[in-house]
């Protein structure tokens, strides 16, 4: 997550010691990982959602999208408040409302009450994240020490998103979907109480903090994808889609002028000065995208045609995590003698191959046949990218402006994946009505009395019948072909944009960014 600014180089007065710096790092990576995995976790009970909750297939994503905005869109103000306020009483007070809103997920009567809370984990993962990582500085002493301990914090928000994928497939499958968020409360509970007891408070700063950027770039992402959902359902020439993106538009021009103008941004925009680092971002941006739609796409269709229960989809999902871990080993293993580029333009080939590949998905498609192969391809490609972006992110950066490149990184990361993922609805949701539309003279003729009523009564086809599966299976496809755009747009910033060689590389690079 984002590194903050004030990584001492010295030796931290008050840092851990003895047995005590166990439970301190515990306490700290359990936090991260409660955060990490929650992109994840409830992906796989999304179906669950949809049906107990009355969601269109449309309108689902915002349980997606609800989370990522607030957490991309307000993370490098959350850890900017961590450093001015205390580190560990602000993160105390973010785990305490991702627990609360976790709560609040789980008791969710209606659509409304779940979207409200979805947003409040947002908020409360963007003020505890970067906040955990930053007083792993505090607790640990410069050196092996602190080495270890960072190895470990990215360790944890590296595999939290198999761990989510896992962990919600068998807390659908054997309790309910809404345990997906209860099982977060006693994790917060037992964070807040032994907080106080093993982590140290750091030494408060001095500044400012830069609400009006927050605020208009994060209301502006929002008012973007509402009007990407809305034009998915109403159409293009929808006054309300139209209205949103306009305000969408203008919200982020104010941020750009917010920017140039305030003292301590969240966002210095010189940091796009730099062309390797404006090319990584571009990718991340794009490829984001991609990431955010298979995992939300997949999910549905491995559960929805296919038939797969919740814990078989969550190990469905294993081999793209094992490729994208083995290939971010390869490329931090060779990148110092082949440099960056050779390793994210060859990663875009593979992820644009694999989105490609996707576009063949039939109702009939199985899974080996239609989702392990061109899922790996993609993972592959996605984890030789993930290292050398990552470390181009901080490369030539000032000691004071590394926390905010990394977290920029990392919000890049999350507005990509919501931004995308709205854009990828919106064709899904075209796509899905002109095949709907071919489908209903076939649906009328030999539907049952039992799934006609069920068509008049919410407006679609029987989730599980062939028609569905045609319907569904078509959005995807035609969704993905945007997404292997938007991979080609990648390509090109990687051979274009990008002119770094293995020299510019720095040593190491942000650790914590959740693969």
């Known amino acids: 997550m984002a590194l903050s600014e004030t990584l001492s180089k010295s030796t931290p007065p008050g840092a851990a010691r003895g047995a005590a710096k166990s439970l301190t790092l515990t306490v700290i990576a359990a936090t991260q990982l409660m955060v990490v995995l929650d992109a994840t976790i409830v992906n ?47 993160f105390v007070v973010g785990v305490v409302l991702f627990g609360l809103a976790s709560l609040l997920g789980g008791f969710a009567q209606d659509a409304g009450m779940l979207l409200a809370a979805r947003t409040l984990q947002g908020i409360g993962g963007a003020i505890c994240s970067p906040t955990a990582f930053a007083l792993i500085a505090t607790n ?25 994928l896992l962990a919600g ?24 109480v032994a907080a106080p007891r093993y982590i140290n408070e750091s030494e408060r700063q001095e500044g400012r903090f830069d609400v009006p950027g927050a605020l208009a770039s994060t209301l502006g992402l929002v008012a973007l994808v509402y009007g990407f959902i809305r034009a998915a359902s109403e159409g293009w020439s929808n006054s ?15 941020f750009v002028v917010i920017e140039r103008r305030t003292a301590q941004p969240i966002t210095p925009l010189q940091l796009f000065s730099n062309r390797n680092r404006t090319g990584g971002l571009i990718m991340m941006l794009c490829l984001a995208a991609a990431m955010f739609g298979i995992f939300f796409y997949i999910t549905i269709f491995v559960q929805t045609v296919i038939g797969y229960s919740p814990l078989k989809a969550g190990v469905a999902f294993l081999p793209i995590s ?29 992820v644009a191959a694999g989105l490609i590949w996707l576009t063949q998905l039939k109702s009939d498609s199985g899974y080996a046949s239609g989702v392990l192969g061109p899922t790996v391809v993609f993972g592959f490609g996605m984890g030789l990218i993930f290292v050398p972006v990552m470390l181009l992110a901080v490369a030539g950066v000032s000691d004071h402006e590394t926390g905010a490149a990394s977290g920029l990184l990392n919000s890049t990361q999350q507005i990509g994946g919501a931004l995308g993922l709205s854009i990828l609805t919106t064709v899904f949701s075209s796509a899905a009505k002109d095949e709907g539309k071919a489908q209903a003279p076939d649906f009328m003729a030999h539907a049952s009395p039992e799934q006609l009523a069920a068509f008049k009564a919410k407006g679609e086809f029987p989730v599980g019948s062939h028609w569905y599966s045609e319907v569904l299976a078509h959005g995807i496809g035609q969704a993905f072909i945007v997404g292997a755009a938007l991979a080609v747009v990648a390509l090109l910033a990687a051979v274009f944009v990008v002119k770094a060689k293995a ?6 690079g942000p650790a914590g960014m959740a693969l």
């Open 44 to 90: 796989i009970a999304l179906p669950h959602i949809k049906t107990a909750l009355g969601f269109s297939d449309t309108s689902l994503s915002w349980v997606i999208n609800a989370y990522t905005l607030a957490f991309g869109g307000l993370l490098l103000l959350g850890g900017r408040i961590g450093d001015i306020l205390g580190r560990r009483r602000v």
């Open 140 to 164: 640990f002493q410069e050196g092996p020490e602190r080495n270890r301990a960072f190895g470990v914090f990215s360790a944890v928000a590296g595999s939290g998103a198999a761990i989510g």
């Open 169 to 192: 497939g068998a807390l659908t499958e054997y309790l309910d979907w809404r345990w997906v968020f209860f099982v977060n409360v006693p994790i917060a509970v037992l964070i807040a």
């Open 240 to 254: 309300l889609a139209l209205g949103s993106f306009a305000v969408g538009l203008l919200l982020l021009a104010a």
């Open 322 to 350: 094992v490729a994208i871990i083995i290939a971010a080993q390869i490329a931090s293993a060779f990148q110092a003698k082949y440099g960056p580029k050779l390793f994210m333009a060859g990663g875009a080939v593979l």
């Open 503 to 508: 020299s510019d590389l720095p040593a190491e």
